[in-house]
């Protein structure tokens, strides 16, 4: 069955299906590899019938968990979803030990390359280096000469792009050791595709990943200056990078404090974390970004990312970075030309795993032996990069005329140094599953692996039993995830035949020490507790938008539309939450006009900051913390924003925007903002950052709830029968008061469940006091000694129902206006107060660095 669905490779590629090279031949697109035979076997009663609803689930489970990946030529939008085959790359336990062997010598060398050239220089002074693609190179760093790292490793993870060529065999085609990607996403997609084939994973006896994990974070501590106690952290460049999913991601399962440049500091050449609760210590730093970016005192001035100091902490060896900075000219194509001098150099020993032939122009022979083959190379940059070194995109000789390479010819003549030449090899290519009108099938697509080693100890490196694999896309050659590919997991294979056993380790083990647990309970970094006090506002505002939108559009088409002090609220109301745009007329002047305006700016991002505004805030706010957030909280956020957006576009564009319409879609957000609201109420961890995401809620409700009310009696809508109700409506307490209150429309009642009681959540007394609450505590007040923060709202145990419901001469409730606007004033101050104290950290002083 599966030989009758499985297209052929290209004629002269390794096909990983069958096992063999492609070749005109009808017997050979018979027969499929022994290790594919044992997958399809595996696939269960259903078989291949089966596979459009696993793949209907898989693209389902990388919407819902919100694995992302940024295209850097798309511009449609800041992110889109992860490309997961639906079928892994098999390795056979042969073809794993000469990559693992391959791998482990290469980080050997590249290691001992990157101590010389920090160190005594010798290589370049044999001449096995030409200084050009040392200290010519932008990523070299004259900064860190001489300086040895903490725990005396300088690469921590290497990561290695590899291709199988048409004879089987591996090559190695480029080398990332700044910040490689991809251990985060390959364990996404372990997780999705193990669940997908779960008998055929157990069968074949694929070699376990977490093992390494742990290892490498074992190997992080016990490397760092602190040893096994030390606070390690993942530095992000933050939530518009286009692998910030993984940074989170990994965090979250390395049990590392996801930070950004801002939230450390370097007092006395240490590094430190700016919580909530001052100053602690960093011991050592998991890098996500390249190295020009680390230290703008140092590096790029320009940079905003990075840490003020880090260099010189790195120096005094207070702090570990991995890997150590410097590194970037190891990431040079044209190294892979000199890596078997230096191998046999450093270690006395020939490569195991190949490159494929490498030359860099910038030498005399080698420029005239690669000019007369051009069309047989693919020409890269020496520099990637490096706008002040000429980097621009490979070039694929074999696909160019005549005279596109003669003026390739040219310019590698003039400038020779920065370009590097490589032999085209045809990828190997491996089955996909792809959904076709005509009849679903396999097919090919050309592939490359990564691999990664990672440092487990001093000088001791272990390659994590798996890869990223990246596949082309149809209409591409070239197999990367910023051109359109798409990736798929990769399962190494146990030799159970040899003894070889499957390592089932699942979870990182547990190594921390009673100090150092205590520690870590109370870090809530202060970017972290800003954006969910920010995340708690959105949040509210949100509810509350929905709230007031669809309140407004009921009693505009209720029983009594025509009210005036209903409406004159509604307008007001509406225009103070910009649910419409200044200057539309009134509800009371033009009720459609005004009716429409709200209609067409609710999912709008022009003008009005209506709903759909709303929630795109909170989803931005959402996603600079998602390493705190649970997989639901962030997929209820991500379907109730696009849900929303998607179906205001629809309206608008098919021109049936109306009330009942527009209705059923604010509906549909409310449920999914219950939803999100449940999820910080019941499933987040009590913590600071919680408290303050908590906070920041009830400033906000104040923030919404009080001008509603005081605009309610200063219009007169709450003693209107359609204006009470409404009222009653927005503070969420409709049940509430018909339960307690029955028919009745007093004031009195009114005020006393919607400001007095203090058993409503959605009074402004309930809100008021429990603020103060989680304010004291916040600051590990004690319960009869309030912090000064908490003491700025007024007490609403002082709050007495009769002074309120009192009318003066004139029948204003004076005393009411007083209270609110009183409570109004001190939510304001109140915010601006908590960001001075627990965000910007502007009383912290000291030195950056030291002598």
Not at 38 to 62: K, P, S, V
């Amino acid at each position: 069955m599966a030989a009758a669905l499985a297209s052929a490779a290209e004629e002269g590629h390794f096909d990983e299906l069958r096992g063999r090279t492609a070749r005109d031949d009808e017997t050979y697109t018979q027969e499929l590899s022994d290790k594919w035979v044992q997958f399809f076997d595996a696939l269960g009663t259903d078989g291949f019938a089966d596979l459009n609803h696993r793949t209907e689930t898989l693209q389902r489970q990388i919407r819902d968990n919100g694995v992302s990946y940024n295209v850097y030529a798309d511009t449609t939008g800041p992110q889109r979803p992860w490309e997961l085959d639906l079928f892994p790359l098999i390795v056979s336990p042969e073809s794993w030990r000469q990559i693992e062997a391959g791998v482990l010598q290469r980080v050997r060398v590249l290691d001992r390359v990157m101590a010389d050239v920090y160190g005594p220089r010798e290589l370049l002074k044999a001449g096995l280096l030409p200084p050009a693609l040392v200290r010519g190179h932008p990523g070299y760093l004259r900064a860190m000469h001489g300086v040895a790292p903490v725990g005396g490793t300088y690469l921590h993870i290497a990561a290695f792009d590899l291709a199988r060529g048409p004879d089987g065999n591996w090559w190695v085609v480029s080398q990332r050791t700044q910040a490689p990607s991809g251990l985060g996403y390959l364990l996404e997609n372990r997780v999705s595709i193990s669940r997908l084939f779960p008998k055929a994973f157990e069968a074949m006896h694929v070699q376990r990943l977490a093992a390494t994990y742990r290892a490498m974070i074992e190997g992080l501590k016990a490397m760092s200056p602190a040893g096994a106690d030390s606070h390690i952290a993942l530095l992000t460049p933050g939530p518009y990078n286009e692998t910030y999913f993984e940074h989170a991601y990994l965090a979250r399962y390395l049990g590392l404090t996801l930070v950004e440049g801002s939230d450390l500091t370097v007092r006395d050449q240490r590094v430190y974390l700016k919580t909530l609760r001052g100053l602690e210590p960093v011991h050592g730093l998991l890098k996500r970004l390249d190295d020009e970016f680390l230290d703008p005192l140092e590096l790029r001035p320009d940079s905003t990312l990075g840490v003020p100091g880090l260099l010189q902490a790195i120096r005094a060896g207070n702090v570990l970075v991995a890997n150590a900075p410097g590194s970037a000219f190891l990431e040079s194509s044209a190294l892979l030309g000199f890596l078997p001098a230096l191998s046999r150099h450093l270690l006395g020993e020939d490569l195991q795993l190949p490159a494929l032939p490498t030359w860099w122009c910038g030498e005399r022979a080698s420029l005239e032996a690669v000019l007369p083959q051009l069309d047989k190379c693919v020409i890269k940059p020496t520099y990637p990069g490096s706008a002040s070194h000429g980097s621009f995109e490979a070039a694929l000789g074999r696909s160019m005329s005549r005279r596109e390479l003669d003026e390739w010819a040219g310019r590698i003549l003039r400038e020779g140094d920065t370009y590097t030449t490589q032999t085209w090899l045809p990828l190997s290519q491996m089955p996909t599953w792809q959904r076709r009108a005509g009849g679903d099938q396999i097919e090919p697509r050309s592939m490359m692996l990564r691999v990664f080693a990672v440092a487990d100890g001093p000088q001791s490196w272990r390659v994590l039993p798996g890869g990223l694999a990246r596949l082309a896309s149809a209409s591409e050659g070239i197999a990367t995830m910023q051109r359109g590919g798409s990736s798929a997991d990769a399962w190494v294979l146990t030799d159970v035949e040899k003894g070889e056993t499957v390592d089932r380790t699942t979870l990182l083990r547990p190594n921390h020490t009673p100090a150092s647990l205590t520690q870590r309970k109370r870090m809530v970094t202060s970017r972290a507790a800003e954006n969910l006090f920010w995340l708690g506002r959105y949040t509210e505002r949100t509810e509350n938008s929905i709230r007031l939108a669809r309140l407004t559009l009921n009693s505009l088409n209720g029983e009594d539309p025509s009210s005036p002090p209903l409406l004159a609220w509604l307008s007001e109301m509406a225009l103070k939450n910009t649910l419409v745009l200044p200057g539309v007329p009134t509800a009371s002047q033009a009720r459609r006009v005004f009716e429409r305006s709200l209609i067409a700016s609710l999912g709008g991002s022009e003008g009005a900051t209506s709903v759909g505004y709303q929630l795109r805030a909170l989803k931005l706010t959402a996603s600079s913390v998602r390493e705190r957030l649970s997989q639901e909280h962030w997929s209820v956020i991500m379907r109730a924003e696009s849900e929303f957006t998607r179906r205001c576009a629809a309206h608008a564009a098919q021109g049936d925007w109306s009330a009942v319409s527009a209705l059923r879609v604010l509906d549909t957000a409310s449920g999914h903002m219950a939803a999100i609201t449940g999820a910080q109420t019941d499933r987040m961890t009590r913590d600071d950052g919680w408290r303050l995401l908590s906070i920041g809620r009830l400033i906000e409700r104040l923030c919404v709830l009080i001008p509603a009310l005081a605009s309610g009696f200063e219009t007169g809508a709450v003693h209107d029968t359609g204006g009470f109700e409404a009222m009653v409506a927005l503070f969420d307490s409709t049940i509430t008061f018909h339960a307690q209150y029955q028919q009745s429309r007093e004031v009195t009642a009114l005020l006393d469940l919607l400001v007095l009681d203090r058993d409503n959540p959605r009074s402004l007394g309930w809100v008021v006091q429990t603020v103060r609450g989680r304010l004291a505590k916040l600051a590990g007040s004690a319960a009869d000694d309030l912090d000064p923060l908490a003491r700025r709202l007024p007490d609403p145990g002082e709050w007495e129902l009769g002074t309120l419901c009192t009318p003066d001469s004139q029948g204003r409730h004076r005393a009411l206006a007083q209270l609110l606007d009183q409570c109004q004033r001190a939510a304001w101050q109140l915010s601006d107060d908590i960001s001075l104290k627990y965000f910007t950290h502007t009383g912290e002083t000291g030195q950056s660095l030291g002598a």
